[in-house]
Antibody, heavy 119, light 107 residues
Framework: QLQLQESGPGLVKPSETLSLNCTVSGGSINSPSYFWGWIRQPPGKGPEWIGSMIFSGNTYYNPSLESRVTISVDTSKNQFSLKLSSVTATDTAVYYC???????????WGQGTLVTVSS | EVVLTQSPGTLSLSPGERATLSCRASQSIRSNYLAWYQQKFGQAPRLLIYGASSRATGIPDRFSISGSGTDFTLTISTLEPEDFAVYYCQQYAASPFTFGPGTTVEI
């Protein structure tokens, strides 16, 4: 069974770049059976899909964040990552990595990591 | 972008009662590409049920969904103590994939 674990700094300064990694266990990041993605949830609010990557390497981003987001894969570490540039306080949220079974865009989530944007 | 609205915001019920949660979309969702998640305090959301009526692994049959087009319903037939949580709907018919604001089911 796939398990996902986020890692990265819990505090990022305004205008800097938020960087998170997601380590996949119980399966290969190269598997064509899954898509890989990131979702965030501001305190007290509903989730927001950030973007996803499919096995071909193609990425799909939420247009509201597309100009600031990059999702990439490191196959040697069985990880995928998120970079969000020029952050502000409104980017403060719990960030989740997630897998989607190929053919459907439902999500199975990691445990999440809180990222606070503050000076 | 498809905007999802959930009602009620909070549902106050007792164990053993029936819960009916609503999710309304700003435009028709093709092929019932709608999913429901449960989130307990301090935990990640968990996929419950999606599509026509596919339950995720380990989800009991007291959870069911109905509806089509723009109006969908999640029903919990008999509330168990572990069902008190926040429930979110999500559409995956069109990118960007969007979530509703949630319904809290409380005792």
């Amino acid at each position: 069974q796939l398990q996902l674990q986020e890692s990265g700094p819990g505090l990022v300064k305004p205008s800097e770049t938020l960087s998170l990694n997601c380590t996949v266990s119980g399966g290969s990041i190269n598997s064509p059976s899954y898509f890989w993605g990131w979702i965030r949830q501001p305190p007290g609010k509903g989730p927001e899909w950030i973007g996803s990557m499919i096995f071909s390497g193609n990425t799909y981003y939420n247009p509201s964040l597309e100009s600031r987001v990059t999702i990439s894969v490191d196959t040697s570490k069985n990880q995928f990552s998120l970079k969000l540039s020029s952050v502000t306080a409104t980017d403060t949220a719990v960030y989740y990595c997630a897998s989607s079974p190929r053919g459907t865009w439902t999500f199975n989530w990691g445990q999440g990591t809180l990222v606070t944007v503050s000076s | 972008e498809v905007v999802l609205t959930q009602s009620p915001g909070t549902l106050s019920l007792s164990p053993g009662e029936r819960a009916t949660l609503s999710c309304r979309a700003s435009q028709s969702i093709r092929s019932n590409y709608l999913a429901w998640y449960q989130q307990k305090f301090g935990q990640a959301p968990r996929l419950l049920i999606y599509g026509a009526s596919s339950r995720a692994t380990g989800i009991p049959d007291r959870f069911s969904i109905s509806g089509s087009g723009t109006d969908f319903t999640l029903t919990i037939s008999t509330l168990e103590p572990e069902d008190f949580a926040v429930y979110y709907c999500q559409q995956y018919a069109a990118s960007p994939f969007t979530f509703g604001p949630g319904t809290t089911v409380e005792i």
